[in-house]
């Protein structure tokens, strides 16, 4: 019916400035890919006429969608409780030393805290359902 068993999809504030939403993508997607692993991620090698490689692309379709801090953070919650694979960023993990962003985002309440992002995967037609409302991001 779908696909693939899962879909893999970001969301990303809408609000944000979009060199800051790339930093957070760029850091959720390490961390999101490796916990998920290759083949989770459907990761293949693309392979060019030359016999040059293109390694560890998804054969699954990466969704980038937009939405308010709010949305984000209720789409976090949802993931959490359906047991989806996620990763999420938040102002507090920018500016200074890791260490800095460490103790400024224990030293937050989550209703206090500004989402940038959530990478998200989980089985296709409920994340479809989920996020059916979202923009795709410009």
């Not at 460490?102 to 030293?107: G, L, P, R, S, V």
Request: hydrophobic letters at 45%.
């Amino acid at each position: 019916m779908f696909p693939f068993e899962n879909k893999l999809v970001a969301v990303m504030n809408k609000s944000i400035d979009p060199g800051k939403v790339m930093n957070a993508l760029a850091h959720m997607c390490i961390g999101f890919g490796a916990k998920l692993g290759v083949e989770k991620l459907n990761l293949i090698d693309y392979q060019d006429k030359e016999g040059n490689i293109y390694p560890a692309i998804s054969k699954m379709p990466f969704i980038i969608l937009s939405a308010n801090n709010n949305k984000i953070n209720q789409l976090r919650k949802i993931a959490i409780e359906s047991n989806m694979a996620y990763s999420v960023f938040t102002d507090t993990m920018t500016g200074g030393t890791w260490e800095d962003q460490i103790i400024k985002t224990q030293a937050m309440q989550e209703i206090d805290l500004t989402f940038i992002g959530i990478v998200v995967s989980g089985e296709w037609g409920l994340l479809t359902q989920l996020t059916k409302k979202f923009s795709l991001w410009k």
